[in-house]
């Protein structure tokens, strides 16, 4: 076997990847890392003209044109018929990143039942997506690639006094989500290896979009190791990794990206 370079591994030119969430603040440096990579980029949301108008903004790949498809994640026919749409416009799909979010911003002050278990449906959706994919990479005996979206609110608790006068509590129905993540992860990773379906978990630290409070990103800022806040284009790679055949030894694992948040 010739052993392939450092561009051949992190190329994605000939995949098709679904993103979903692909317009928002992580998910549009998403959406272009893979394009930028090579790969064929399905843009879904629960808006199709968001998602096809997003899609025609990225840079273009020799596969063929970017696409857009709704789907919305907590809803299984339209989860259904999105990923549907894809296959029907690339032809298949090779990488399949769970980034779409539903957020609710109710604390543990004031959540109802119904708000809890609606932010926990976001990994039911995930999966739901996940199978979908592994069923689909199976019958035409391929190889894939998932990427679910954590969050270092899913490996540590957040600190109150950050957020204390200043705004909400980090909602607890949010952090209940993303450590389930972690082993939703691990889970499908061991059971469809052997189909060739690797799975693996990309978990931001702080990544505040512009509309956070000034004061509540200076109280985080102070709590880093890097004393500052992530920027979307510092994922780009991480996810290219764990989307291409640079990662391709690696399943069940959970890549934090933090600034060394979670290492206190």
């Not at 096809?52 to 857009?68: D, E």
């Not at 069923?135 to 979206?149: M, Q």
């Amino acid at each position: 076997m010739t052993e392939p370079t450092i561009p051949q591994l992190f190329d994605l030119s000939g995949k098709v990847a679904l993103l979903t969430g692909a317009a928002g603040h992580l998910g549009s440096a998403f959406a272009r890392a893979l394009a930028e990579a090579g790969a064929q980029v399905i843009a879904a949301s629960r808006d199709l003209e968001r998602a096809r108008s997003f899609a025609a903004s990225l840079p273009g790949v020799a596969a063929g044109p970017h696409g857009g498809v709704a789907l919305d994640h907590l809803d299984e026919i339209s989860l259904n018929t999105g990923f549907a749409a894809a296959v029907q416009h690339a032809g298949k799909v090779d990488i399949l990143v769970n980034n779409g979010h539903d957020a609710d911003g109710h604390d543990l002050t004031n959540v109802t039942a119904e708000q809890f278990n609606r932010q926990l449906a976001n990994a039911t959706g995930y999966f739901l997506l996940a199978r979908k994919f592994r069923d689909h990479v199976s019958s035409r005996a391929g190889r894939g690639s998932i990427v679910l979206i954590g969050s270092m609110y899913g490996l540590v608790g957040s600190y109150p006094d950050a957020y204390e006068g200043v705004c909400a509590a980090s909602p607890v129905h949010y952090h209940t989500l993303k450590g389930g993540l972690v082993q939703m992860t691990r889970h499908l990773a061991v059971y469809w290896a052997k189909d060739g379906i690797r799975v693996n978990l990309l978990s931001p630290g702080p990544f505040p979009t512009a509309k956070a409070p000034a004061e509540m990103v200076r109280r985080l800022e102070a709590k880093s190791p890097m004393h500052r806040m992530g920027q979307p284009h510092e994922l780009k790679g991480a996810l290219v990794f764990l989307a291409s055949d640079a990662s391709s030894y690696v399943t069940g694992q959970n890549l934090v990206v933090d600034g060394g948040w979670t290492t206190w």
